[in-house]
């Protein structure tokens, strides 16, 4: 006779699988979907629309900390945390919808990748592209930063609530060999 260890589970496992019911994760997910949508035409509009009046105030900076330091200098404190506080809040989306929205990257690692890799393509397009803007590491650095913030607030909870993960087989799941019946 099989003990109570060695038994599959069915009713649990499956509440631990999905902790929502199919019809809120699928209302979460396309919320999460819109909201990204949303998202990528507000980031659109703060990053790439052209600046004349500030083209000759733009420099390229590849080096880490150097417009930093440049907010930080500034004599109104104000100016300093609308510049780093806006780069911080335009990342904080995307370590919450992210890992909703294509569960695959969950994980803090693929979240802050895919934030850097898509806010470098953002940072690219400005520096070629757009009179009066240009290419700055530090804004990819903060962008990111706010993407981890979001994350670890909102966006992993979130995702496993909506994409919960297949239980582990652990050793007291496994049916030993020496056991038959």
Avoid: W
């Avoid at 003990?3 to 499956?14: C, E, F, I, L, M």
């Avoid at 700055?136 to 981890?148: E, S």
């Amino acid at each position: 006779m099989a003990s109570a260890a060695s038994r599959p589970r069915t009713a649990g496992s499956r509440n631990e699988r999905h902790p929502l019911p199919l019809p809120v994760r699928l209302l979460a997910t396309l919320c999460a979907f819109t909201f990204m949508v949303a998202f990528a035409v507000v980031l659109a509009r703060l990053t790439l629309e052209p600046s004349p009046a500030s083209e000759a105030l733009t420099h390229t900076n590849l080096r880490p900390g150097d417009s930093l330091k440049a907010y930080l200098d500034q004599p109104e404190l104000r100016d300093a945390v609308r510049q780093i506080g806006g780069n911080i809040l335009l990342g904080v989306p995307f370590g919450i919808l992210v890992p909703v929205v294509a569960p695959r990257t969950r994980g803090i690692l693929r979240v802050l990748l895919m934030t850097a890799i898509v806010m470098l393509l953002v940072e690219f397009a400005q520096g070629a592209l757009v009179t009066g803007r240009a290419f700055d590491i530090d804004d990819v650095i903060l962008n990111t930063t706010g993407a981890l913030i979001g994350y670890l607030l909102l966006g992993r909870r979130l995702s496993r609530a909506v994409h919960a993960r297949r239980p582990r087989r652990g050793r007291a799941d496994r049916k030993p060999s020496a056991e038959k019946a």
